[in-house]
């Protein structure tokens, strides 16, 4: 059967359970480099929907015309 898509906030979700998890330091090894692996798909899945909403946002800034390209400037933070 496959996997329910999980939205942006389940997957942070499962993401910091996992993180608690392994920072208790008491699961086996086997099943921490599962949990790691999951953490590694699912911040991936976060980032992946992250830029999807960046780009969507940018689209509609640019079709409402307020978008303005601002240079990259080191040390902004």
């Keep these: 059967m496959a996997k329910k898509k999980?939205?942006?906030e389940e997957a942070m979700e499962r993401l910091e359970a996992i993180v608690e998890q392994l920072e208790q330091e008491e699961a086996p090894l086997e099943t921490a480099v599962a949990l790691y692996k999951e953490g590694l798909s699912l911040s991936a899945l976060c980032k992946e929907k992250l830029a999807a909403a960046e780009?969507?946002?940018v689209?509609?800034?640019k079709e409402a015309g307020l978008w303005q390209e601002e240079p990259f400037q080191e040390g902004e933070a």
């Design 6 to 8: 999980l939205t942006f």
């Design 55 to 57: 780009g969507e946002i």
């Design 59 to 61: 689209l509609l800034r």
